[in-house]
C-alpha cells in the first residue's frame, strides 16, 4: 500500500488541526505529512482537492442482525454499508439470535467482522446486560468484556428492573465499560407506535409518552450516584427533558453521556402523517421542539455522540399496516449527510465539532484508543466532501435492508472513502 492524498483539508480534532496539507500513506502507516510530497511511480494518488480527511468515523450503535436475522442484514452487507457511509468502525448491538449474551457470540462475531471486506471496517460487539436480554439475569460480564465487548447493552428493551440496573452498573464498572441504556419505561409504552401528542390523536394510532423516556433516565442517574464509578450512555435520546437530565448530571460531574441520531435532529412526527411505516422507530420521531433541543444539546455538548441506530428491515415486514411494523430505519449511509444539512449549514456545530461526535468522542465512551493523525501511527482516516450535492436513492442503499425515509432528499455532503488496517476503500 502506497497511497498519496493531495491537497487534502486535515480537520483532526484531538489537534485542533485544520489545513490543507498532503498525506502519504504506506503499508497501512502515516509515512509522511508535508506540503507537496513528491510520490513515487507506483503510489497511488486520490485528489483531495475540496475534500476532508479525519480520524475515522465509528457508529457506536448499529444493528447488524447477525446471527439470526440474515435477512435482513449480515455483517458482511452491514460492514459495506458503513464503508459506503465513511465510518471505518462500528459496535453493533445485541438484539441478535442468539443474543451476544455470552463469549461464543461476541466472538463470532468479532471474527466474522474481520473477515467482511478483508477487515477493513472494524466491529465491536456490544454484549447483553442480561441472559437472552430478558431482564431477568446479569450476563456474563466478564466473559464477554474478555471476548471483545465494549460495552453493555439490552437495547431494543430497556433494562427495566431498577435492581438489575444497580447491578449492572456496579459489576460494568469493575471492567470500565458504559452501560447503554434503551430509555424507556415499558408498562407506559406497551402497544405505542408514534409520539403521543397531537399528532397521533388526528391520526388514530397509539401513541409513546415522552415521559417514559426521560423517567428512566431520570432513574438511572439516580442508580448511578450510587455507583459513582460506573459510566453510563444514553442511547438515542431523543426529548428536551431528557437532554435538561443528562444536562443537570453532568453539571454534578457523573459519568454519563448520551448520542442522538440523524432522524431526531431532522425529522418531526408530522412526518407520520404519510403512514409510511418507515417513519416507525423507537423512540419515535417527537415533536419540532424536541427537534430544536436535540440541535442546541449537540451545540452545548450536552450530547456527545451522532450515532445512527442504524436497523435493517426487509420490505415485506415494513411494507404492513403501521401499528405491525416493526421499528427502526437504515442509517449508516445518509448519517454524514443528514448531519452536514441540519447541523453543519446552519451553524449548530463547526466541521470540527461534528468529527468530534462521529469519530473521538464515541472511541472515547466506548474505551478505544484515540485516533492520531500523524508520522509514524496507523491510518485510520474517512475521507469526504463537504460540499457534494446528492439525493438519497434506496436502491442504491448498500445496505441489504431499503427501510429510509429519506428516499428522494437532497443532501450535502458525501463520503468518498476510508482507510483503515492497512486497506483503501474509494466509493464510485
Not at 491537497?7 to 502507516?29: C, H, W, Y
Not at 450503535?61 to 435477512?71: A, C, D, K, Q, S
Request: hydrophobic letters at 40%; charged letters at 25%.
Amino acid at each position: 500500500m502506497n497511497v498519496v492524498l493531495k491537497s487534502a483539508r486535515l480537520i483532526d480534532p484531538a489537534t485542533q488541526r485544520d489545513e490543507v496539507i498532503d498525506i502519504q500513506i504506506v503499508d497501512g502507516v502515516i509515512a509522511k505529512i508535508g506540503s507537496a510530497i513528491r510520490a513515487q511511480s507506483d503510489a497511488q494518488i486520490v485528489d483531495m482537492k475540496g475534500a476532508i480527511a479525519s480520524p475515522g468515523f465509528i457508529d457506536m450503535h448499529v444493528h447488524l442482525r447477525e446471527p439470526g436475522f440474515e435477512h435482513k442484514e449480515t455483517i458482511a452487507t452491514g460492514c459495506t454499508s458503513a464503508a459506503e457511509g465513511g465510518f471505518t468502525a462500528v459496535c453493533c448491538m445485541p438484539n441478535t439470535n442468539p443474543a451476544i449474551d455470552d463469549e461464543s457470540v461476541a466472538r463470532y462475531v468479532h471474527e466474522e467482522g474481520k473477515r467482511a471486506l478483508d477487515g477493513l471496517v472494524d466491529v465491536f460487539p456490544i454484549g447483553a446486560v442480561t441472559k437472552g436480554r430478558k431482564g431477568e439475569e446479569l450476563a456474563p460480564m466478564a466473559e464477554l468484556a474478555a471476548a471483545g465487548a465494549v460495552g453493555f447493552s439490552d437495547d431494543g428493551a430497556p433494562v427495566a428492573n431498577a435492581g438489575m440496573m444497580r447491578s449492572a452498573l456496579e459489576y460494568s464498572a469493575m471492567f470500565g465499560k458504559p452501560v447503554i441504556q434503551h430509555a424507556e419505561e415499558p408498562t407506559m409504552t406497551k402497544g405505542g407506535c408514534m409520539h403521543e401528542g397531537r399528532t397521533s390523536t388526528l391520526l388514530g394510532l397509539p401513541g409513546i409518552a415522552p415521559v417514559a423516556e426521560e423517567m428512566m433516565i431520570a432513574r438511572d442517574i439516580m442508580l448511578l450516584r450510587y455507583a459513582p464509578k460506573a459510566r453510563y450512555h444514553v442511547a438515542h435520546i431523543s426529548t428536551r427533558a431528557s437532554v435538561d437530565i443528562v444536562r443537570n448530571a453532568k453539571k454534578e460531574e457523573l459519568s454519563v453521556t448520551c448520542e442522538v441520531t440523524p432522524h431526531h435532529f431532522t425529522l418531526t412526527d408530522e412526518a407520520v402523517t404519510t403512514y409510511d411505516t418507515n417513519t416507525k422507530m423507537n423512540p419515535p420521531l417527537r415533536t419540532i421542539d424536541d427537534v430544536q433541543a436535540m440541535k442546541e444539546a449537540l451545540r452545548d455538548g450536552t450530547i456527545d455522540v451522532i450515532a445512527t441506530d442504524h436497523a435493517p428491515h426487509t420490505i415485506d415486514e415494513k411494507e404492513v399496516e403501521y401499528t405491525a411494523a416493526p421499528f427502526g430505519i437504515v442509517g449508516l449511509e445518509t448519517a454524514l449527510g443528514l448531519a452536514m444539512v441540519e447541523l453543519v449549514e446552519p451553524g449548530f456545530l463547526t466541521l470540527m465539532q461534528l468529527i468530534e461526535k462521529l469519530s473521538a468522542n464515541p472511541r472515547r465512551i466506548v474505551g478505544l484508543p484515540a485516533i492520531r493523525i500523524e508520522e509514524g501511527a496507523t491510518a485510520n482516516m474517512t475521507l469526504f466532501r463537504p460540499d457534494v450535492r446528492w439525493s438519497v436513492d434506496i436502491a442504491a442503499l448498500r445496505s441489504k435492508s431499503k427501510n429510509s425515509p429519506f428516499h428522494g432528499r437532497v443532501l450535502v455532503g458525501k463520503a468518498m472513502g476510508i482507510i483503515n488496517n492497512g486497506k483503501i476503500r474509494l466509493n464510485a
